[in-house]
């Protein structure tokens, strides 16, 4: 634990500045909705305002063209200390012609102007207008009726709207350096909120990093983390549990592949301390010699267990293959060993199944070895084949020797795992029998399993999947 590397924070992108680009952007729109939404109520509120002002005053003109069309003169508005109107008016007969207007409207023509409505019409909304002095107006224009003539004068009315709009252009500037400095006072917040919302994570990281191969029994979802956090402890309290059974397990292996190894290379040792102990004559030399060609047999057959179950993806070729014949070349085989302890090996059912012909015959002979050493003298041992609902074949191997205690079997596939019972019977084992058994068939997608009773007998069922499309059949001897 002490060598972990921390990831290369150059190449990894940070939770905070994730959090706080998003953060950023949420308030971004947040005050750009909110503010463009204040501005165009304002902007509509005085666009309202000046339009209403139109037209109330065209509607007050034509109320006086009607009554006292003599007193319209008074109604043209006149500059205040220097200051031009805000309002301007310009009243034409039907011909055109100008009656009276505002000095200031000289400078904006009449064609400008909305085309004019009658009395009986609506007067719509205002038409704005920027003159080449940089002045803004909105302009609006309407008949007035006397006697019943509808078209009697002409009045068009512009309101000077230049102040509105610098105002509205001074808004605009100050809602953008509000939502600049909005932006930069949430950056600032958002940071400090990730950063103490993280720090919990922080911790727990810093948490897993003190905990070693020495103490693995520490758990991470025994402080008070955060809800958020609750998947991420329960996934790493699981690993951890996983790590430390892992780690009794490849301690436990260790052991038991140091005893396996040291019996061997005792008895080595053993002998030839004995055999130079003193002269021997050429036949005690060769029974020594022999005996220790049989250790070095078996710690070979050792090493190439060990080198089996290291590699668990190793290449296979699958073909299809009638499995009773296999089964009975394989009772051929182990027929005189049968014979020696007066067991009989009784075949029933067939199927086919699609594995590699070498590790099926590997596999199967494991099982069958095993029932021969623990299995009872003068019993039977019983190879039941049978198809299975989804195509594929179970096989069933039954001896009725001493049986597994209960308390053993989940731990008899386990490498060099031997009962007490099991070495006293049989002191040759390994313990690796039932564990190349499984990798066999994890290689194959199938499944092992065990079923015993103490004194009853065991029986351990391989079940191998269904064939695969467009596998053709073969036997061992072809292979």
């Known amino acids: 634990?002490?060598?972990?590397?921390?990831?290369?924070?150059?190449?990894?992108?940070?939770?905070?500045?994730?959090?706080?680009?998003?953060?950023?952007?949420?308030?971004?729109?947040?005050?750009?909705?909110?503010?463009?939404?204040?501005?165009?109520?304002?902007?509509?509120?005085?666009?309202?305002?000046?339009?209403?002002?139109?037209?109330?005053?065209?509607?007050?003109?034509?109320?006086i063209i009607a009554r006292h069309p003599d007193a319209l003169r008074d109604q043209i508005p006149a500059n205040k200390s220097g200051q031009?109107?805000?309002?301007?008016?310009?009243?034409?007969?039907?011909?055109?012609?100008?009656?009276?207007?505002?000095?200031?409207?000289?400078?904006?023509?009449?064609?400008?102007?909305?085309?004019?409505?009658?009395?009986?019409?609506?007067?719509?909304?205002?038409?704005?207008?920027?003159?080449?002095?940089?002045?803004?107006?909105?302009?609006?224009?309407?008949?007035?009726e006397r006697a019943g003539n509808p078209h009697y004068r002409l009045i068009q009315v512009a309101l000077d709207i230049t102040d509105e709009d610098a105002l509205m252009s001074k808004y605009l500037i100050r809602t953008a350096a509000a939502v600049l400095t909005g932006l930069f006072l949430a950056a600032l917040s958002g940071v400090a909120i990730t950063r103490r919302g993280l720090r919990p994570l922080q911790e727990m990281a810093e948490k897993v990093a003190r905990i070693t191969e020495a103490d693995l029994h520490q758990r991470v979802g025994t402080a008070n983390w955060p809800r958020e956090l609750n998947q991420l402890t329960v996934a790493?309290?699981?690993?951890?549990?996983?790590?430390?059974?892992?780690?009794?397990?490849?301690?436990?292996?260790?052991?038991?592949?140091?005893?396996?190894?040291?019996?061997?290379?005792?008895?080595?040792?053993?002998?030839?301390?004995?055999?130079?102990?003193?002269?021997?004559?050429?036949?005690?030399?060769?029974?020594?010699i022999e005996s220790a060609i049989e250790e070095y047999e078996r710690l070979s057959r050792m090493v190439g267990?060990?080198?089996?179950?290291?590699?668990?993806?190793?290449?296979?070729?699958?073909?299809?293959?009638?499995?009773?014949?296999?089964?009975?070349?394989l009772a051929e085989y182990y027929g005189n060993l049968a014979e020696e302890q007066h067991t009989a090996i009784v075949i029933e059912g067939d199927g086919e199944v699609s594995v590699d012909p070498h590790l099926f015959q590997r596999a199967l002979g494991n099982l069958i070895s095993n029932a021969l050493h623990y299995g009872s003298r003068f019993g039977e041992i019983r190879v039941k084949l049978r198809g299975t609902d989804e195509g594929g074949l179970e096989i069933a191997v039954e001896d009725d020797g001493m049986g597994v205690d209960p308390a053993e079997l989940p731990r008899v596939f386990d490498r060099f795992y031997r009962s007490p019972q099991?070495?006293?019977?049989?002191?040759?084992?390994?313990?690796?029998?039932?564990?190349?058994?499984?990798?066999?068939?994890?290689?194959?997608?199938?499944?092992?399993?065990?079923?015993?009773?103490?004194?009853a007998g065991t029986v351990v069922t391989l079940r191998f999947p269904a064939p695969r499309h467009g596998e053709t059949g073969a036997t061992l001897a072809e292979t």
């Open 305 to 329: 267990d060990i080198l089996f179950l290291a590699r668990p993806d190793r290449p296979y070729q699958p073909v299809l293959i009638d499995a009773r014949v296999e089964v009975e070349r």
């Open 84 to 144: 031009p109107n805000r309002h301007l008016v310009r009243v034409l007969d039907a011909e055109g012609s100008t009656l009276t207007q505002s000095p200031e409207m000289a400078g904006l023509a009449v064609d400008l102007f909305p085309p004019a409505v009658t009395s009986a019409e609506k007067i719509g909304r205002g038409r704005k207008y920027r003159a080449p002095d940089k002045r803004h107006y909105l302009l609006n224009a309407a008949w007035a």
């Open 1 to 63: 634990m002490s060598s972990m590397k921390w990831p290369d924070r150059r190449r990894s992108s940070s939770i905070t500045a994730r959090l706080v680009g998003f953060y950023l952007v949420a308030t971004l729109l947040i005050l750009l909705c909110t503010n463009w939404f204040q501005f165009k109520a304002l902007y509509k509120d005085l666009d309202y305002e000046d339009n209403d002002f139109l037209v109330e005053r065209i509607g007050s003109l034509r109320d």
């Open 236 to 288: 790493l309290d699981a690993m951890l549990g996983r790590l430390e059974e892992s780690f009794a397990r490849l301690s436990e292996f260790s052991a038991n592949l140091a005893h396996e190894l040291r019996t061997p290379i005792n008895n080595l040792r053993g002998e030839a301390e004995v055999a130079l102990s003193r002269a021997r004559s050429e036949e005690e030399y060769r029974r020594i």
């Open 422 to 455: 099991a070495r006293q019977i049989y002191n040759q084992g390994s313990g690796l029998g039932l564990a190349i058994v499984r990798s066999i068939m994890n290689l194959h997608g199938g499944t092992a399993s065990v079923a015993s009773r103490p004194g």
